[in-house]
């Protein structure tokens, strides 16, 4: 399985996306860590958005994410 994310340290939220991720498409649904996107056809998770990402996941994992390629809130 390929998975993409971002870790935007300013903003201190982490994406990681699921390969069959389609942002034209996906659901999002609010969780206690943020979101998590499903596809809408068979609502299988293919994303998820942790807020105050640095309290949620590892310091390595986050440190292995690139920025994304527009920071938050530009």
Same mark, same amino acid.
């Given at each position: 399985?390929?998975i993409d994310g971002h870790y935007d340290?300013?903003?201190?939220? #982490?994406? @990681?996306?699921?390969?069959?991720?389609?942002? #034209?498409? *996906?659901? #999002?649904?609010?969780?206690?860590?943020?979101?998590?996107?499903?596809?809408?056809?068979?609502?299988?998770? *293919?994303?998820?958005e942790y807020w105050n990402a640095s309290r949620e996941?590892?310091?390595? @994992?986050?440190?292995?994410?690139?920025?994304?390629? *527009?920071? *938050?809130?530009?």
């Amino acid at each position: 399985m390929k998975i993409d994310g971002h870790y935007d340290s300013r903003a201190d939220i #982490a994406w @990681l996306r699921f390969e069959t991720y389609d942002p #034209a498409t *996906v659901v #999002a649904e609010e969780t206690e860590f943020g979101l998590r996107e499903l596809d809408p056809t068979d609502r299988r998770l *293919v994303g998820l958005e942790y807020w105050n990402a640095s309290r949620e996941l590892p310091a390595d @994992l986050l440190q292995m994410l690139p920025s994304p390629p *527009v920071p *938050v809130g530009s």
